[in-house]
């Protein structure tokens, strides 16, 4: 498989890009880094690392909390791989894959996305999806923290207007059959479920 290039100057404007309030979660340091970190350990079981690299780095390059905008961050995002694309090392097929991991974390659904897809890249999609919500698996405490600094994203935002939205978000992904669809992730759905669970219920209190 090819590899990416992507020069030191562009690494330091997605970092920056990641780094700019109202981002609290969704940065390089918090989110970002960790999933690659992860993807590098896990690269020898992954069918294109160069695919799951880049929609890491891009899948939340666009991040707008303003309600009116926040349901096109993902199609944004695309946008702003297309565009810089053409400076990378990569195939039509890589680009095309790329799209569409970034395209199905609107839903996180592999299923809404991966019909579109040739099969060999079926299960990079899956670990990837799993991988973006990995924080669901951590100890009780981070996962704590992560919601706060969702909610630190959100604080223009009323109370009464949040909460019935987040619990809304959170039940859905704790109503799964699985949280985590992939074989490398699939053992973590016990921990992920009881820790949305109880999230659910801590999140309840502000309804």
Sequence with gaps: MTQPFI???????????????PRAWHTYDKHI???????ALDREHLYDFTVVYLSILY??????????????NEKQSTQIFSEECLDLNISNDQFFAVQSFIL???????DNISHSLPESYHNDLKYFLDLDILIF??????????????????????DREYYP?????????????????SDRFK?????????L????????LHV
């Design 137 to 158: 698996s951590q100890p009780f405490i981070k996962v704590l923290e992560f919601d706060s600094l969702i909610r630190e994203e959100f604080s223009h935002i009323d």
């Design 104 to 110: 199905a974390t609107i839903s996180h659904k592999v």
């Design 33 to 39: 880094k960790p999933m690659m970190r992860q993807a």
């Design 165 to 181: 939205a987040r619990l809304e978000i959170i039940k859905k992904f704790a109503e799964r059959p699985a949280i985590y669809v």
């Design 187 to 195: 053992h973590l759905n016990p921990v992920a479920k009881d820790n």
């Design 7 to 21: 020069t030191r100057d562009r690494l330091a404007d997605i970092k920056d890009s990641l780094s700019r309030k």
């Design 197 to 204: 669970e109880k999230l659910s219920v801590l999140l309840s």
């Design 59 to 72: 899948h939340d390059i666009v991040y707008s909390t303003d309600i009116t905008y926040h349901h096109f």
